[in-house]
């Protein structure tokens, strides 16, 4: 039975961290309780797994690679999910009345603020989310939300909200650009979006469905659209986003849009409520529903 992750020695990742954090291998070793020898032997083979350097070997110490600082940024975001994750575990009152199985962007972007509005009408009410991008709805969880399909698992399935998607970047790689059409937005560099769990619109998709031209420029490649969307904020490109997850980032103009073309998305995001969801959960999920369709009226 194939696993759903895609990557060999956890043991030669969590080296890594270690050795990109501290620049060497010797305080990799100090930290991990292991020899500098066995750091190194687990890099070397992270290496010869992926088919590219991570580090540069310098007299004084070791330096990242392009790749290895990439990889460092993904793992730390991982490692910082699953410490936030094990601290609640430890912190959290045992009785959590609702358990929300949700992915990052929207966790990050649109529940969390309206978790916050939904606490001030119910204080007493304590809610609790499960936050993972990983295919599949089993798990100890009242409700699930994510851009999902049709008939996405067990109990009633309701759409909250259907985005158009956008074209985003700072305003900075717009002015650098010059863009101000899709054949400009075709030519620059583009932030691709792509994991197998999701039916994410690529550029060329969107493109197509605008009538413009195919992208040329260069990609760079990720399967998560928070890191997408911090890569555009770093200027590496232009990235395609649901405009109503971006109402914060537009309002403060860490990103724009970059050209007026939009598309309506293909799959809407939905809330899935489990069939042993209790009250609690049930009246947060009533409520989600309303505030959703409040926003929507409203226009976002």
């Known amino acids: 039975m194939p696993r759903p992750y895609d990557f060999g020695s956890m043991t030669a990742l ?20 292991v020899t500098p020898a066995a750091i190194s032997h687990q890099i070397k083979a992270l290496e010869a797994d992926l088919g590219c350097a991570l580090f540069l070997r310098r007299h004084r110490g070791v330096e990242l690679t392009e790749q290895g600082a990439f990889l460092l940024v993904a ?14 575990l430890r912190d959290r009152p045992q009785a959590v009345d609702v358990t929300i199985r949700v992915t990052t962007a929207v966790s990050a972007l649109w529940l969390t603020p309206k978790i916050t509005a939904f606490w001030r009408s119910h204080p007493a ?76 619109t690529s550029w060329a998709e969107w493109f197509a469905a605008l009538g413009g031209p195919a992208p040329v420029g260069r990609g760079l490649f990720v399967n998560n659209h928070m890191i997408a969307l ?40 939905r809330m899935v409520i489990h069939p042993r969801a209790s009250a609690r959960a049930r009246l947060f999920a009533t409520w989600l529903l309303r505030d959703a369709s409040a926003g929507a009226a409203q226009g976002g």
């Open 14 to 33: 969590i080296s890594f961290e270690a050795a990109a954090r501290h620049g060497s291998f010797k305080l990799a070793a100090n930290e991990t309780n």
């Open 75 to 88: 793992l730390q975001r991982g490692f910082e999910g699953i410490s936030d994750a094990v601290a609640q």
């Open 125 to 200: 009410i304590t809610v609790s989310q499960i936050v993972s991008d990983v295919a599949g709805t089993r798990g100890l969880h009242d409700i699930s939300i994510g851009y999902l399909t049709g008939s996405p698992g067990p109990g009633p399935s309701h759409e909250l909200f259907r985005d158009r998607i956008i074209a985003v970047g700072t305003p900075r790689f717009a002015a650098s650009h010059a863009i101000r059409s899709l054949a400009d937005l075709a030519q620059v560099p583009l932030v691709h979006t792509n994991h197998d769990a999701h039916q994410w």
């Open 230 to 269: 911090q890569a555009a904020q770093d200027d590496v490109g232009a990235v395609l986003a649901w405009d109503g997850l971006m109402t914060d980032l537009l309002a403060r103009e860490r990103l724009v849009r970059l050209v007026p073309q939009d598309i309506p998305s293909s799959v809407p995001f």
